[in-house]
């Protein structure tokens, strides 16, 4: 079972909740006719392209594809592991989740890794608290006339909860690891180290505290900014169960708490500059932490905003981490998502340009920043030779690779004319010649192609998308047996919609996660069929493709007799059989 909770905890989960509910409480949802449409959570967008059907118990985006049901909302919308849903949705419900033993006992716990988790974020929230009260203590004033240098107000120190530890070698230690149990737990979130000899001691010390922070306000780690001229300067977290850099963002949370849907992000490399740009009213910044900006810290920001601007050094390592994140980012650059490239002089970071030069200066900076496209190109040109021909060669070869990455048609076609200029390709058909030469050799996936509309598959998708269909079916059982593409996957689903009368979209869809058969339902299950007249409904064109579904049984049955009549014969009964199958047919 999914998680190791039963099934039919999960079917019964599903059928107290309302999706409806689930959904309002995290994007305002308004009603339109049956359903309820809202702005898309899981891309940027104006119109309002989210509809959720409370008779389904499911969503579905037409502008990005997204659907599923309330577990895939919440898995998606507040990036929980399935599991993790699970618990969220049933602690909305007030009740406990069980789970499998070995032999099919159950209990009311939860998993060891799940309440492991849960542990460690109320034990890392306790020690941010207690880093902040430590801030107040007569040990904390260094700390708090570093953080009055750096121009900070007490008001954003209490936004990002900045808080302080002396330099001692058990302060959290002696605070929350009286016992080993409660020592293994903090070895287990990064906050003591332990060496050789077994010793174990705090891992920050001496240092200023920036708690991290998830997408739903958990404290998952910390960063510290040693204070004086202690190495490393700046020291984060190691990866833990609740901790994985190159999947977190320090400042989104706090983005997100005065944005809802922000116009734009800077990512920039530190929380000290996340923090310092606060102060002077740029809202809007996070920071990697402590790696490059990977495609899962892009794709994230996207879903929050189209447009996003990455802060570097001017420098040469500054210039390959933007490469490196314009490689990371083509993939999710839908057509109307920008990125762009701000690159401040020599010596600065945006916290000593920001005091510097002030809010306005700045802001003109991430303004004027450098386009996706010509960051390309310029990074592109440097390693070509543009006099001759073969370093135009080496040019297209470089390019196309990078342009067939990007999604957006728009775009693509843009950077592919820009490419073409640059080539001095004057015909457009050279251009699409050595186009169409470079996706023979590379390896873009192809798009999702439309499905193909056949009687079995809109039968298959209609019943999803309305359960109570299956009183429209005649008994199936004359055709179980026939060997037909889908036929049993139909009949899995008859059977579940016969067994639990009242089953929901949501519901259904579930009896097939992480089963071979999840995806193509789930895009049956959010497919919008298109009626040939106006006067076709539903019930009309899922009723007439049954019937077609039904004649290719029969026709399949009637060549499988023949087959063997023209083989070995066949008996009396099959006689009969054949007999009555092409009187069907022919009925």
């Known amino acids: 079972m999914a998680g190791h909770i039963p099934r039919t905890f999960i079917d019964d989960l599903l059928a107290r909740l309302d999706i409806v509910d689930i959904v309002d409480a995290r994007v305002k949802l308004k009603k339109k006719g049956k359903n309820y449409s809202a702005c898309c959570p899981f891309h940027n967008e104006?119109?309002?392209?989210?509809?959720?059907?409370?008779?389904?118990?499911?969503?579905?985006?037409?502008?990005?594809?997204?659907?599923g049901n309330a577990i895939d909302f919440m898995m998606e919308y507040e990036r929980?592991?399935?599991?993790?849903?699970?618990?969220?949705?049933?602690?909305?419900?007030?009740?406990?989740?069980?789970?499998?033993?070995?032999?099919?006992?159950?209990?009311?716990?939860?998993?060891?890794?799940?309440?492991?988790?849960?542990?460690?974020?109320?034990?890392?929230?306790?020690?941010?608290?207690?880093?902040?009260s430590q801030l107040k203590t007569s040990a904390g004033k260094p700390a708090i006339e570093y953080l009055k240098n750096r121009g900070l107000s007490g008001e954003i120190a209490q936004k990002f909860e900045i808080g302080f530890v002396a330099d001692e070698w058990d302060s959290v230690r002696k605070?929350?690891?009286?016992?080993?149990?409660?020592?293994?737990?903090?070895?287990?979130?990064?906050?003591?180290?332990?060496?050789?000899?077994?010793?174990?001691?705090?891992?920050?010390?001496?240092?200023?505290?920036?708690?991290?922070?998830?997408?739903?306000?958990?404290v998952i780690a910390f960063g510290g900014r040693v204070i004086g001229d202690g190495t490393p300067k700046y020291l984060n977290s190691p990866e833990t169960p609740i901790f994985h850099k190159g999947k977190e963002l320090y400042g989104l949370y706090e983005v997100l708490q005065t944005h809802r849907s922000p116009e734009h992000v800077l990512v920039v490399e530190g929380y000290m500059d996340v923090v310092a740009l606060a102060q002077f009213g740029v809202d809007y910044?996070?920071?990697?932490?402590?790696?490059?900006?990977?495609?899962?810290?892009?794709?994230?920001?996207?879903?929050?905003?189209?447009?996003?601007?990455?802060?570097?050094?001017?420098?040469?390592?500054?210039?390959?981490a933007a490469w490196r994140a314009m490689e990371n980012a083509l993939p999710f650059l839908n057509d109307g998502r920008q990125l762009k490239f701000m690159f401040l002089p020599d010596g600065e970071d945006p916290d000593t340009y920001i005091r510097q030069h002030g809010k306005q200066a700045f802001e003109e900076?991430?303004?004027?920043?450098?386009?996706?496209?010509?960051?390309?190109?310029?990074?592109?040109?440097?390693?070509?030779?543009?006099?001759?021909r073969e370093g135009m060669a080496k040019l297209s070869t470089l390019a196309i690779p990078l342009i067939n990455k990007i999604p957006g048609g728009t775009l693509r076609m843009y950077l592919r004319e820009l490419l073409g200029r640059k080539l001095g390709?004057?015909?457009?058909?050279?251009?699409?010649?050595?186009?169409?030469?470079?996706?023979?050799?590379?390896?873009?996936?192809?798009?999702?192609?439309k499905i193909e509309r056949t009687p079995m598959r809109v039968v298959i998708a209609l019943l999803l998308q309305n359960p109570h269909?299956?009183?429209?079916?005649?008994?199936?059982?004359?055709?179980?047996?026939?060997?037909l593409p889908g036929l049993s996957l139909l009949l899995d689903v008859v059977d579940k919609c016969i067994n639990r009368p009242h089953i929901t979209t949501g519901q259904l869809l579930e009896c097939w996660r992480n089963e071979k058969d999840e995806r193509i339902l789930s895009l049956l299950a959010s497919w919008d069929l298109p009626t040939y007249r106006e006067e076709d409904n539903h019930d009309d064109i899922f009723c007439d493709s049954l019937d077609k579904v039904i004649y290719q049984c029969i026709e399949r049955q009637i060549e499988t007799l023949q087959a063997k009549e023209r083989s070995i014969g066949l008996s009396v009964d099959e006689k009969r059989e054949l007999l009555a199958l092409m009187l069907d047919l022919k009925a």
Not at 52 to 60: C, D, G, N, R, T
Not at 366 to 387: C, I, N
Not at 425 to 449: F, G, N, T
């Open 285 to 320: 910044a996070v920071a990697s932490l402590g790696t490059s900006t990977t495609g899962d810290h892009l794709q994230m920001l996207f879903r929050q905003t189209s447009n996003i601007v990455c802060c570097y050094d001017g420098d040469r390592a500054g210039r390959d």
């Open 365 to 388: 900076q991430v303004a004027s920043a450098t386009t996706l496209s010509e960051f390309m190109f310029q990074t592109l040109m440097l390693q070509v030779d543009t006099s001759s």
């Open 469 to 483: 269909y299956v009183e429209l079916m005649p008994n199936l059982d004359s055709i179980r047996q026939t060997q």
């Open 46 to 67: 104006k119109t309002p392209s989210f509809s959720v059907s409370q008779e389904k118990q499911f969503y579905h985006c037409f502008g990005c594809g997204v659907h």
């Open 425 to 449: 390709l004057v015909d457009e058909r050279q251009l699409q010649q050595l186009i169409a030469k470079s996706d023979e050799q590379s390896s873009r996936p192809a798009p999702h192609k």
């Open 175 to 218: 605070q929350f690891g009286q016992q080993k149990q409660a020592q293994d737990a903090l070895v287990s979130g990064g906050m003591l180290i332990e060496n050789d000899k077994g010793n174990r001691y705090d891992r920050f010390r001496g240092r200023i505290m920036f708690p991290i922070r998830d997408r739903r306000g958990r």
């Open 80 to 132: 929980l592991e399935f599991v993790e849903a699970i618990d969220e949705l049933a602690s909305h419900l007030g009740i406990e989740v069980p789970r499998e033993q070995r032999q099919g006992s159950f209990s009311q716990g939860p998993t060891a890794n799940t309440e492991q988790k849960r542990s460690l974020y109320d034990l890392l929230g306790s020690i941010a608290n207690f880093y902040r």
